[in-house]
Each structure stands twice: as structure tokens, then as C-alpha cells.
């Protein structure tokens, strides 16, 4: 192999080296938001010694690519080595910082349980809040019913007094009693 294919084969591997330290760092903010959010200080100190040592392997990596070709496989061994400790390290603290303790499961519980007890107070006053209304949309109706039936016995009444004045202001009473319960019923139930 020339010296520019051994160089550019070097820099491929340094490359895919890089982007394996940048996947780790990411894996890190991340890990260090979770241990900040669960106030977990061993975790949160274990997280920055494997920034230190995601610092090294970047370090190391730097230093690749200025090895001569005699150091280049011991340094690239090394900094495979450290790469896969570093994820392995990695994924022991996730599996750490994620797992699912008794703390978090009576929290989840409760969280539950906290949401079912506001469903049940919601759904009474859904509840509550529909009979109000039926019985409102009820009691409009029977009193609607009154006034029709009021005028109408008013309207008969009239009429078999051959609308004299006592008749006529009853009947003219209770048209105005109708007419207010007939356009409001209008107004709330609509002209079906």
C-alpha cells in the first residue's frame, strides 16, 4: 500500500473514531440530564469521570493521527479499547440512571391513582353539570307546556265570554306569558 492510500485508510479510521466519540458524548449530555433531573449525585459524578475519559479517547484519537506507521496499530488497539469501554461504561450507567426502582414505580402509582381520583371528581361534575342542565331544559319545557295550555284554556274562556274585558286581559295576560317562554325555548332548543 502507498503512503497516501496507508494515509487516507488512516483517516477513515480516525474519522470513524471521531463519530464513535461524538454518539458517546451525546449519549453523555443526555445520561447527565436524567441524573440531573433524579438528583443523583453518585451518577452525576460517574458521568463526569466518563466525559474525562471521553476527553482521553479524543486525546488519543488526535495523537493517531500523527503516529508513524510502526505506533499506528498499538495506538489504534488502544483507542478501540478505550472506545468500547467508554460505551460499555456508558450503557452500565444508563442502565443505572433509567431503571425502573421502587421509588419511581410508587411514584408512578401514585401518579396513577392521583389521576384516577381527578378523573372520577371530573366526571361527577360533568355529570352534575349535565343534569343541571336537563333538569333546566325539563323545567323549561313543563313551563312552556303550562303556558300553552293556560292559553289556550284562557283563548276558550274568552271566547265562550264573548271576549269581554275581564276575559280579554286574561287572554292577552297570558299571551304575553306564552309568547316569553315560546321565544326563549326558540332561542335555547332552536326551530325543528
Known amino acids: 500500500m502507498t503512503t497516501p492510500q496507508i494515509q487516507r485508510e488512516n483517516d477513515l479510521v480516525a474519522a470513524k473514531f471521531e463519530a464513535e ?6 449519549r453523555l449530555t443526555v445520561l447527565q440530564a436524567k441524573a440531573e433531573a433524579k438528583k443523583a449525585k453518585a451518577e452525576m459524578d460517574e458521568i463526569s469521570g466518563l466525559a474525562a475519559a471521553k476527553e482521553r479517547v479524543k ?5 493517531l493521527k500523527q503516529q508513524a506507521a510502526a505506533d499506528y496499530a498499538a495506538t489504534k488497539r488502544e483507542v478501540e479499547k478505550e472506545i468500547k469501554d467508554l ?8 442502565e443505572r440512571v433509567t431503571a425502573w426502582d421502587s421509588a419511581r414505580e410508587r411514584q408512578f402509582y401514585a401518579r396513577l391513582d392521583e389521576a384516577e381520583a381527578r378523573l372520577q371528581v371530573w366526571n361527577a361534575q360533568t355529570n352534575q353539570k349535565r343534569a343541571d342542565v336537563a333538569m333546566k331544559s325539563h323545567d323549561d319545557l313543563a313551563a312552556l ?3 300553552i295550555a293556560l292559553a289556550r284554556a284562557r283563548a276558550a274562556a274568552a271566547k265562550n265570554e264573548r271576549y269581554s274585558a275581564k276575559a280579554r286581559a286574561a287572554l292577552e295576560e297570558s299571551e304575553r306569558y306564552f309568547d316569553q317562554a315560546y321565544d326563549a325555548a326558540v332561542e335555547r332548543y332552536g326551530t325543528t
Open 21 to 26: 466519540v461524538r454518539e458517546a458524548d451525546a
Open 59 to 63: 486525546k488519543n484519537i488526535a495523537n
Open 87 to 94: 460505551q460499555a461504561d456508558i450503557q452500565r450507567v444508563n
Open 145 to 147: 307546556e303550562e303556558k
